[in-house]
């Protein structure tokens, strides 16, 4: 299964409200996760199962869809959220990521 | 608090073989999957590997299919990855990565929820 997501780099401001996409070649029902990296480190699970929050993760973050098409959203960016983020299907092995989509401050 | 450290990394030529560890604490470590994610430099993140947390199923990328091996020690809270015939599009940091099962009444769904600093592994002569 591919997973394609856009766009692949976006520029906002602190304060913005954010939206990246992914969309699966096949429907995955809502096995879909969300993951945020900072360069360096290890990535970081935002959301599981397209829309549920991981515990400890602010409420500015969301996630909706289902089938195909899925989106990350934050709702009031902030500056520790400038990263690359990924999603990955968990319907069928192997699994898979999307290439990324790397937020970068305007 | 959950702790995953890899290592066994390092620089290897290509055809050759190495193998990385990861060792595993704060959890139930034979109740969970684990899974070895990879990330070749400047790139994305690639799923390598998974296995089961009692039974020992495995199940693998298609790039590393036949070439890598994954096992675990559940005496021993250990994680592996065995790689042979290893190429030069193999270099990456390796992330140890602990699976999440959640459950409701629709069903269940399965997510990374833990990971390890990562292992640099160079193929190159």
């Known amino acids: 299964i591919q997973m394609t997501q856009s766009p692949s780099s976006l520029s906002a401001s602190v304060g913005d409200r954010v939206t990246i996409t992914c969309r699966a070649s096949?429907?995955?029902?809502?096995?879909l996760n969300w993951y945020q990296q900072k360069p360096g480190k290890a990535p970081k699970l935002l959301i599981y199962a397209a829309s549920n929050l991981q515990t400890g993760v602010p409420s500015r973050f969301s996630g909706s869809g289902s089938g195909t098409d899925f989106t990350l959203t934050i709702s009031s960016l902030q500056p520790e959220d400038f990263a690359s983020y990924y999603c990955?299907?968990?319907?069928?092995?192997?699994?898979?990521f999307g290439q990324g989509a790397k937020l970068e401050s305007k | 608090e959950v702790q995953l450290v890899e290592s066994g990394g390092g620089l290897v030529q290509p055809g050759g073989s190495l193998r990385l560890s990861c060792a595993a604490s704060?959890?139930?470590?034979?109740?969970?999957?684990m899974n070895w994610v990879r990330q070749a430099p400047g790139k994305g993140l690639e799923w390598v590997s998974g296995?089961?947390?009692?039974?020992?199923?495995?199940n693998y990328a298609d790039s590393v299919k036949g070439r890598f091996t994954i096992s675990r020690d559940n005496s021993k809270n250990t994680l592996y990855l065995q790689m042979n015939s290893l190429r030069a599009e193999d270099t990456a940091v390796y992330y140890c990565?602990?699976?999440?099962?959640?459950?409701?009444?629709?069903?269940?769904?399965?997510?990374?929820?833990?990971w390890g600093q990562g292992a640099l592994v160079t193929v190159s002569s």
């Open positions: 096949q429907s995955i029902s809502n096995y």
């Open positions: 704060g959890f139930t470590f034979n109740t969970h999957a």
């Open positions: 296995i089961s947390g009692t039974i020992g199923n495995t």
């Open positions: 990565a602990k699976g999440a099962v959640y459950y409701d009444s629709s069903g269940y769904w399965r997510a990374l929820d833990s």
């Open positions: 990955q299907q968990s319907y069928s092995f192997p699994y898979t």
